[in-house]
């Protein structure tokens, strides 16, 4: 049976390209990037090479880049080591303050909870729109003096929103300004989770304006278990992972030569074609809307009409059960996902959809389409010539 995949914001293949780059770091050049001897020497002169690659992507200095595990590590890091930072420093005079969204990934909103539950920490979930946009006067408003940090994410996961970077970071900046002038000093940072982003939006931290951003290589076509959390000079941050002073002394343990070469691979040819596969995803994802909008009555799509990642198509579609969904797909070789309850071992449906303010009755219809460079219009025409006869089938035996 023919299969296909469009599962992309899940994880990606590795690209053959890619692989071949990281191959030789496995055996021949396997040497520890902390040794002096030679083996140990041509580990760290990859290691160097592909942070300054990533630097050069970056727009910063290649000492501002930590390697992490993926975008869980980077995302705990960014939460945990400001905070942690601000306690070794003496610079809490109360308890302190995060402002995220309702939106993020687990990988935030599960580490801000444990502050809040274990710690006291103050937590604002800020709101974001019908579309899935945060609203900029109610997060300006919801800073207070004792705010850390704002973490916002560069793009969802589910529904492929794009949030205002640039403009949240103005605000920020606004508030370091008073921050200093009242000389303060405990500092406000601004991280954003920019894991769906790689390969399809600009990274420079410069223009985003982020004082942290979290990159993980699977999503781009690059190793699982492989990722980084930019780290802007002057950020006071405290290591989670202690032990050796590996990554300037803000996550101990050995390098990960491979993971990282092929990261930094990835990244550079995920970027450099980034545009022309961010139109060609796109009229297929444009493709994938109109028609399936026109083919089955009852079908939404959530996340914004037009600030979206190129690759991310997703739809309620009324009426029935994403699980049901996915598994009749899958049977005809459809890779999808759903945010519908029980996905993932989870009991509840999509936080983000909830967020978006649909009914639990319509979450429980959710399919995501996330496209990859592979896909094209062929593989669309034949789920869309499967998918009504499930969508029949599965509402005619439905109880919603
Ligand atoms: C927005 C976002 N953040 C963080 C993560 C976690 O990344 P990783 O799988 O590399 O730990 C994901 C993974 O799906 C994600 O989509």
Redesign the pocket.
């Known amino acids: 049976m023919k299969r296909i995949y469009f599962d992309h914001?899940?994880?990606t293949a590795l690209d053959k390209d890619v692989l071949e780059k990281m191959q030789p770091y496995f055996s021949r050049h396997f040497g520890n990037a902390s040794s002096l001897h030679t083996f140990g020497q041509e580990a760290r002169q990859a290691l160097d090479k592909s942070r300054q690659e990533i630097a050069n992507i970056l727009n910063c200095d290649p000492l501002e880049i930590i390697f992490t595990?993926?975008?869980?590590?980077?995302?705990n890091l960014a939460v945990k080591g400001p905070t942690l930072a601000a306690f070794r420093d003496k610079l809490i005079s109360k308890p302190l303050h995060i402002i995220t969204t309702k939106i993020?990934?687990?990988?935030?909103l599960k580490t801000v909870k444990q502050l809040e539950k274990l710690f006291g920490f103050e937590v604002t979930y800020t709101d974001v729109d019908v579309n899935g946009l945060v609203n900029l006067s109610q997060l300006e408003s919801e800073i207070k003096d004792n705010t850390i940090l704002v973490s916002v994410?560069?793009?969802?996961?589910e529904v492929g929103t794009i949030e205002p970077i640039p403009e949240i970071s103005k605000i920020i900046q606004k508030y370091k300004g008073k921050r200093q002038k009242n000389g303060s000093k405990l500092p406000i940072y601004f991280h954003t989770?920019?894991?769906?982003a790689g390969g399809y939006l600009d990274l420079d931290v410069k223009k985003l304006g982020v004082d942290m951003l979290?990159i993980?290589?699977?999503?781009f076509y690059g190793p699982?278990?492989?990722?980084l959390l930019y780290i802007k000079k002057g950020t006071k941050v405290e290591a989670i992972n202690t032990g050796g002073g590996h990554e300037n002394g803000l996550r101990a343990g050995t390098e990960n030569i491979p993971g990282i070469v092929g990261l930094a691979v990835a990244l550079k040819n995920a970027q450099e074609s980034g545009d022309e596969i961010g139109k060609k995803v796109s009229s297929v994802r444009d493709y994938l809307i109109k028609n399936l909008t026109k083919k089955i009555d009852g079908v939404i799509l959530t996340g914004h009409p037009e600030i979206r990642l190129p690759n991310i198509a997703s739809f309620l579609i009324e009426r029935i059960e994403g699980e049901s969904m996915l598994i009749n797909l899958d049977l005809k070789g459809i890779a999808v996902s759903t945010g519908s309850a029980c996905s993932s071992g989870s009991l509840e449906p999509s936080h983000v959809l909830k967020a978006l303010n649909y009914p639990p009755e319509k979450i429980h219809g959710s399919l995501r389409i996330s496209l990859g460079k592979e896909n094209t219009k062929e593989e669309i025409d034949y789920f869309l010539e499967v998918f009504p006869e499930i969508v029949d089938k599965l509402r005619e035996i439905s109880a919603l």
């Not at 993020?104 to 935030?108: K, L, Q, S």
């Open positions: 914001a899940a994880t595990s993926g975008g869980t590590e980077s995302d993020e990934h687990p990988a935030i994410m560069y793009a969802n996961n989770d920019a894991v769906q979290s993980s290589g699977h999503k699982k278990g492989t990722g």
